[in-house]
């Protein structure tokens, strides 16, 4: 059930649409593994990525990191972001007031492309996105 926008803590939203999210990445097939593998401390890992969309959401201050390097560094192929975005609407959809969880989804759409492109340039001999030149 969605909640209503004038009665929700935004900062509440966001934290339960977070951990709602990882709830499900970490039970996906496709996402659970690489996050078995890369998150160690899930509480520091909800707070932090909180503190992301709270600074992208509400314009606070407290997330200063750059995420683009740290997701560079995982075993990701381009149809995890697809992935990623699905569980990522549904959680929007779930736990955000709409005009937060719209916001979000531009933002994640916007992510998802931008690190798609630095992340993969080139193309592989059938012409599929590749970290390497062919």
Avoid: N
């Amino acid at each position: 059930m969605k909640p209503a926008s004038e009665s929700v803590d935004p900062e509440d939203a966001i934290m339960t649409c977070v951990r709602s999210f990882y709830g499900a990445a970490q039970q996906d097939q496709v996402l659970g593994p690489i996050f078995a593998s890369t998150v160690h401390d899930w509480e520091v890992h909800y707070r932090i990525v909180a503190d992301f969309w709270s600074r992208a959401l509400l314009g606070t201050e407290r997330y200063k990191g750059h995420p683009f390097p740290l997701h560079t560094k995982l075993p990701i192929e381009p149809e995890h972001f697809d992935r990623w975005l699905a569980l990522f609407t549904l959680a929007t959809e779930t736990h955000l007031p709409p005009e937060l969880a719209e916001k979000a989804m531009a933002k994640a759409r916007h992510m998802a492309e931008s690190f798609k492109a630095g992340m993969f340039p080139f193309a592989d001999a059938q012409g599929r996105p590749s970290r390497l030149p062919a």
